[in-house]
Structure formats: C-alpha cells, structure tokens
C-alpha cells in the first residue's frame, strides 16, 4: 500500500474520554472514530488489524472442524422466552419493537437461534457432532461503555456453538476448541493464560476463559508456577489457612475502640496482626414466598469477599448487602462494630473455612464503639451454621492442586468456552434419534472470541511512549518504507519504489510512505500506528548500496545492503 493511496488520521492530543492506553492509543493512531457512547467507526487503518485477527481466528475454526455460516443480528422474543432469558439477561440486552408491535432484541448473544437451527435440522445421531461458528457484530447496552473497544456497546465477536449426542462426544470439541483458542492466541503473538471461569449468564458445567496478561486488566487471575493451575479469582478455590483450630488461650473481653471500625485500625490499636480480626458482613437474601433472611458473613480482616461463590450457596443465588437500617434491625448496632457473638436466632452465620478455624479472635461487639477479643467458637458462640470457600485468593494460598502456592496477575478477557451439556436443547426440544431410534437431548458446547477486544487488548499488552507495540501477525502493515526526500531526489525514489516492489512480490505487507513528509513525522507516525519493521532509504545510504532497518523495539538502527533487503526482510518479518 501507497502512504498516497491511503487514508491516515493520526492526532497529537488523547480524547478527553479515554482511560485506558488503548482507547488513547487507537485514536490517536487514527484506528477508530467514535459516534457515539460505545460506538466506534473502524477506519481503513484500524480495519486491516481487525481483519488480520479475524483470518487467524477463522483459520484455527476451520482447522478444528467448525463450519461457518451467519445469523441474524435482530432475534425474536419468542426464542428467548424459551429458555426463560427474556426476563433474566438484565438491561444490557437492546429491545426494540417492530411496527406490528412484536418485540425483538439485538443479539448479545446466540444460543437460542442456532438451537432453533438445530431442533429443525439435526434429527439422527449419523448427523452428529456439529460444530458452528460465526463472525459477527454483537450489541450489549453496557450501562458505562468506557475504555473504547474493550467496552464498546458495538463489538466483533467470533461464537461458535457444538451440538453432541453425548458428553464424551462435547468433551472431545471442548478440548479440540481449547487447542483452537490457544492457537489462535499464539499465533496472534500474545502473551496469554487460560484459567478455570465461572459459567455466569451463559450457564452450563465447565468453563474456561482465555486471558491477555496486562496490568489494566479488569480480571484478577490465580496460577500456580509448579504446576498447571489457573483459575479467574471468581473461581479459584481459597483453601483455609490451617486445618484445625488451636485450643483457645485467653478469656473474651470487651474492648473499646472509639472510632476504630476498619479490621486494620482495630489490629493497629490492640497492637496485633490483621491475620487475628474477624470482619461481618451483612446480607440479605430473598426467601419463598417473598420474604427476606439476614446473614452474617464472616472473613478474616485481611480477605475479601467472593461475591460469585456467595451467590452459588444454597438461598443466596439473588442476596444483596443489608442496609444499615436492616443491620440496626438485626443486630441492634450500627455498621463498623457487628459481630457474630450473641446474635439472635435470625441471625445465619456463614463462615469463611478460614475464620471457622481461627482461635482467639477479634470481632465487632455488636455494641458501638466496642469490639470483642479472645473470642473462641463451641466456647463463646455457636460454630457456624454454615461454612464455606467464600473468598477471595491471595497471593501465598496453597494451590487447590497440592502442587505450590498462588499467584496473582491481571488479565483482559479475550475468550471464553463452555460445556453448556442440555440447558438450552432441553428449554427448547433440541432432540435426536439414537442408535435405537430412542429420542435423546443433544448436549451443546459454546465458544466465544472477542474479535474486537482482541486488538483493544494487544494494544494494553504492548505499547510504549511512541505509541503502538504490535505484533507482526496483527500489525496493520508489517513494515514501512520512509524514503527521506522522494518528492526530491529521483534516485531516492527509483530505489524506494523498487524496493516496494520487490517485497510486494515477496508477500510481504508493505506501506511505502510516499507523502513526501519529513523524517520525523514519517518515523513518529509509522511507531504511533504500531508498524513492526521501518526501512530508511536515503541519498547517502543509496551511496554505499545500503538501507536503514529498524524493528519497533530496537535502540538502534542497522546498515543492510540493498541487494540484500527482501531476504532479509523475509527473515525477520515473516
């Protein structure tokens, strides 16, 4: 591509919205325009990198086995109220009515139409498995749309769903589909981990979420470094501090702390580690028929609270926190110095397996201004009616495997796949003919890809002062030729134009910036947009039969002889 033929949109200033590197840097790289809130134009620049995702993306699908076809972006409400979804995906999902007054929405997602496509279409076993995917736009009503693409309302997104006449059959594509994504991240030259994910939204039994590993990242992560295990935080098993309690060593005592109400102020004013604090939190939970059960949730000081493994307890699937009116009502105190002694019998206590193995420990006093120490379980309380894994890792936990400790990073969540087993086949009569002629539920897999996140997360993964750090797979050109004085120099621009040609037919992508443009603005654009490899050809370097290469990363420049450049090119580019 000629710098002349094509259309760049660079800009000095970062939108005055953008938050994060990636939304400055695709803008002022010229790679999106916004329209609105979430809503972006992807330019001619920033088109080729979302093309070049795509292509490896729908290499590895076709590779695996899957086979593309595209459905409607508008859905009918009828599917939806099938599986029940209508009502319980929330308000990031667009309704729109049609002038008969049916109502429809903008697929977020698509397990209910490529169902419908299933039930109608897959009537024998013979037919089974199948495994379909489509490149498609996406719209969630996202209630703060920020970040630019990575929390865009519009986004491309590569899903893909498998239909099986068992789950030995959905275990085999689930895995093929892993391998799949860990290719497609590979080759994309992205530094990545895939971790155990909670199902969420989509439902199912097992899933894994693919993660772009960066410090913006909106995920925490757990992994072990012995071994193979990794799981978003949501998910990752908290294993208790120790396994058995100490015998208790002193007498529970009132202690006053005045305005003391943070486990680290509390610790801090008795002089002992957070380790030995106990925090309460309060919940409260819907009941049949419609009434209301208020816990007690406890945590050691320093932990945070699980609030997806509270939601997977047993009546706590739709809790919410307690007010300070409802924790008055309950426990006849304000918030700051709750605690789990002495609390009366509508009171369910839920213990972290860490807390329910603590001893002389400190506790709000459910008095104001007061706290307890020296409290013991089975001595100054009941043991807790309920114990369970409801925290949050931190770094040094045991790893579930038996196999080292944990480890904390950040990461952007860039894929996700599921074994949905017959959650939707089942609401929606997907079935097939056995073997026997028996009617059997299909069990189904799903596989998403954000497509358009992906390059939104390259760029927080790989950047620097100058701008963009691509990868060569996903660059929207791999090198740019900056010719110093082709509007001037006749031999300058014989030479460059020779040069494009050449690695033109050597397949390699090529921008040859022939604007005529100073040095620095051509050197500054070609790094802002990212450009992996920059050859500089000059009346001076033409002397000596040679060119200037530079990669993106390199302190410095190097001297390659002309004659030489495709097959070096050829080296280090492809």
């Not at 840097?25 to 010229?30: E, I, K």
């Not at 039930?119 to 199948?130: A, D, F, M, T």
Request: aromatic letters at 8%.
């Amino acid at each position: 591509m000629r710098a002349s033929q094509f259309f760049f949109n660079t800009q000095k200033e970062a939108p005055n919205d953008a938050e994060l590197q990636s939304h400055i840097l695709m803008v002022r790289a010229g790679l999106i325009k916004r329209l609105g809130s979430g809503l972006y134009s992807w330019m001619p620049l920033g088109l080729r990198v979302l093309r070049k995702v795509e292509a490896i993306v729908r290499d590895e699908m076709n590779k695996a086995g899957a086979l593309e076809l595209l459905m409607p972006a508008v859905q009918p409400r009828e599917l939806w109220d099938e599986t029940g979804r209508w009502a319980v995906f929330g308000p990031q999902m667009l309704k729109i009515t049609d002038r008969h007054s049916r109502e429809f929405c903008f697929g977020p997602t698509h397990e209910e139409v490529i169902t419908d496509i299933a039930r109608s279409e897959i009537r024998s076993y013979k037919q089974l498995p199948l495994n379909f995917y489509q490149v498609q736009t996406k719209f969630r009503d996202e209630i703060r749309p920020r970040f630019g693409v990575m929390r865009a309302r519009e986004f491309m997104m590569k899903d893909a769903y498998s239909f099986h006449a068992d789950f030995a059959s959905l275990e085999q594509t689930y895995q093929t589909m892993f391998q799949a994504y860990s290719n497609v991240f590979n080759r994309l030259g992205l530094k990545f981990r895939a971790v155990k994910a909670d199902t969420g939204a989509i439902g199912g039994d097992g899933s894994h979420e693919f993660h772009v590993l960066a410090d913006s990242g909106e995920d925490g992560l757990a992994y072990c470094e012995t071994s193979d295990y990794a799981a978003n935080v949501e998910l990752a098993e908290a294993l208790p501090a120790s396994s058995s309690r100490s015998a208790a060593t002193e007498m529970m005592r009132e202690v006053e702390t005045p305005k003391q109400t943070a486990c680290e102020d509390v610790a801090k004013l008795l002089g002992i580690s957070i380790e030995r604090t106990v925090k309460a939190i309060a919940l409260i939970a819907k009941t049949e028929p419609a009434n209301e059960k208020f816990y007690l949730a406890l945590l050691r000081g320093d932990h945070t609270l699980n609030e997806v493994k509270v939601g997977k307890l047993t009546g706590l699937s739709d809790f919410r926190f307690a007010t300070e009116e409802e924790i008055r009502a309950n426990l006849s105190c304000p918030p700051g110095f709750i605690g789990p002694v002495n609390v009366s019998e509508n009171v369910t206590i839920i213990s972290d397996r860490t807390v329910a193995a603590m001893s002389d420990f400190v506790c709000g006093a459910n008095k104001p201004k007061f706290h307890l120490a020296g409290v013991n379980f089975a001595r100054d309380l009941p043991e807790p009616g309920l114990v369970a894994d409801i925290r949050n890792v931190v770094k040094g936990d045991a790893s579930p495997d038996g196999k080292g400790t944990l480890s904390l990073c950040r990461g952007i969540e860039v894929g996700h796949i599921f074994q949905l087993r017959t959650k939707y086949s089942e609401a929606m009569n997907a079935t097939y003919l056995d073997e026997n002629g028996q009617t059997k539920v299909m069990e189904m897999g799903c596989y998403g890809i954000g497509v358009s996140r992906i390059v939104g997360a390259a760029i927080e993964q790989g950047n620097d002062e100058r701008g963009i750090v691509f990868p060569v797979s996903m660059a929207p050109f791999t090198v740019a030729i900056c010719p110093i004085g082709y509007d001037k120099s006749e031999a300058v621009s014989l030479a460059a134009n020779k040069m494009y040609d050449d690695l033109l037919a050597a397949d390699v992508d090529v921008m040859l910036d022939d604007r005529g443009e100073r040095p620095g603005v051509m050197f500054a654009e070609a790094d802002l947009m990212g450009i992996p490899h920059r050859l500089v050809i000059g009346e001076r370097g033409l002397a000596e039969g040679a060119v200037e290469y530079k990669g993106r990363t390199d302190a410095e420049g190097q001297s390659v002889l002309l004659s030489n450049i495709v097959e070096f090119m050829q080296k280090v580019a492809l």
